[in-house]
Antibody, heavy 121, light 109 residues
Framework: QVQLQESGPGLVKPSETLSLTCTVS??????????WSWIRQPAGKGLEWIGR???????NYNPSLKSRVTISLDTSKNQFSLKLSSVTAADTAVYYC?????????????WGKGTTVTVSS | DIVLTQSPGTLSLSPGDRATLSCRAS???????LAWYQQKPGQAPRLLIY???SRATGIPDRFSGSASGTDFTLTISRLEPEDFAVYYC??????????FGQGTKLEIK
């Protein structure tokens, strides 16, 4: 059973770069049917897709965040990472990683428990 | 951009009741590209339904999904206490590549 676990600083200063890592266990990040995604949720609000990466390294980002987002993959560690630059208080949220089944059907199959990131000086 | 509009915003029902949650897409989307999730307080979302009507592994058969045109419905046939949560629909396809509805809160009456 695949499991995902987010990790990274819980507090980031405004204008700095938010960096999170998602560690995948119980399965390979190189699995062909899955993309690997980041999603966030501000407190009390809905879900926002940030971006995804495939095992090949190809990426897709939400246009609303594209200029500030980088998602990368480390297959040797079975991890993928998120970097969000020039953060503001509006980036304060719970950040989730998820694997995204992408073969005829498209859905977020397994989610990490989430990690809270607060942007504050 | 495709917008998913969920209704109602809040649904107040009792255990044993039937719940009907709606998700309307602003444009036609493939039924294969519509999923439903359940989220309880302090937890990550959990996949319930994919392909508009297929139950995910381990999901009880009281949960069902259906579709007609741009209207998608999640039905819970007989509510259990653990079903009270927030429900989101999600689509794949248009920019942004994935988007969610704003959610329906199912609360105990």
């Amino acid at each position: 059973q695949v499991q995902l676990q987010e990790s990274g600083p819980g507090l980031v200063k405004p204008s700095e770069t938010l960096s999170l890592t998602c560690t995948v266990s119980g399965g390979s990040i190189s699995s062909g049917s899955y993309y690997w995604s980041w999603i966030r949720q501000p407190a009390g609000k809905g879900l926002e897709w940030i971006g995804r990466i495939y095992t090949s390294g190809s990426t897709n980002y939400n246009p609303s965040l594209k200029s500030r987002v980088t998602i990368s993959l480390d297959t040797s560690k079975n991890q993928f990472s998120l970097k969000l630059s020039s953060v503001t208080a509006a980036d304060t949220a719970v950040y989730y990683c998820a694997n995204v089944y992408s073969n005829f059907y498209y859905y977020m199959d397994v989610w990490g428990k989430g990690t809270t990131v607060t942007v504050s000086s | 951009d495709i917008v998913l509009t969920q209704s109602p915003g809040t649904l107040s029902l009792s255990p044993g009741d039937r719940a009907t949650l709606s998700c309307r897409a602003s444009q036609t989307i493939s039924y294969n590209y519509l999923a439903w999730y359940q989220q309880k307080p302090g937890q990550a979302p959990r996949l319930l339904i994919y392909g508009a009507s297929s139950r995910a592994t381990g999901i009880p058969d009281r949960f069902s999904g259906s579709a007609s045109g741009t209207d998608f419905t999640l039905t819970i046939s007989r509510l259990e206490p653990e079903d009270f949560a927030v429900y989101y629909c999600q689509q794949y396809g248009s920019s942004p590549m994935y988007s969610f509805g704003q959610g329906t809160k199912l609360e105990i009456k």
